[in-house]
Nanobody, 124 residues
Framework: QLQLVESGGGLVQPGGSLRLSCAASGSKLDDYEIGWFRQATGKDREGISC????????NYADSVKGRFTISRDNAKNTVFLQMNSRKPEDTAVYYC?????????????????WGQGTQVTVSS
């Protein structure tokens, strides 16, 4: 059974950078497409990025395009989310999620496997 664990969250100032990691265990990560989601207090969970099994295809939500970069290292069973130019509205709990199937839409319902989330706060 695939298990996902996010790390790297914390407090960052506006304009700063942070890199989140999503470490997988229990199964080979390259069998899965991976998505990153976030959920701010009182809001729905938002899909922000996803990456194909070999990393050749990536997609981003408009809200993070040009600022965030998703990547993966299948040899280390880890997916990363590099977040630059942080804004206060990026404050949320960030989750990684996995799907064995090709993801057609970046929606939570497309991903059966989830990590526990990591808090990211953007504030001065």
């Amino acid at each position: 059974q695939l298990q996902l664990v996010e790390s790297g969250g914390g407090l960052v100032q506006p304009g700063g950078s942070l890199r989140l990691s999503c470490a997988a265990s229990g199964s080979k990560l390259d069998d899965y497409e991976i998505g990153w989601f976030r959920q701010a207090t009182g809001k729905d969970r938002e899909g922000i990025s996803c990456i194909s099994r070999r990393g050749g295809v990536t997609n981003y939500a408009d809200s993070v395009k040009g600022r965030f970069t998703i990547s993966r290292d299948n040899a280390k069973n880890t997916v990363f989310l590099q977040m630059n130019s942080r804004k206060p509205e990026d404050t949320a709990v960030y989750y990684c999620a996995a799907s064995r199937y090709i993801v057609t839409e970046l929606l939570p319902s497309e991903f059966p496997y989830w990590g526990q989330g990591t808090q990211v706060t953007v504030s001065s």
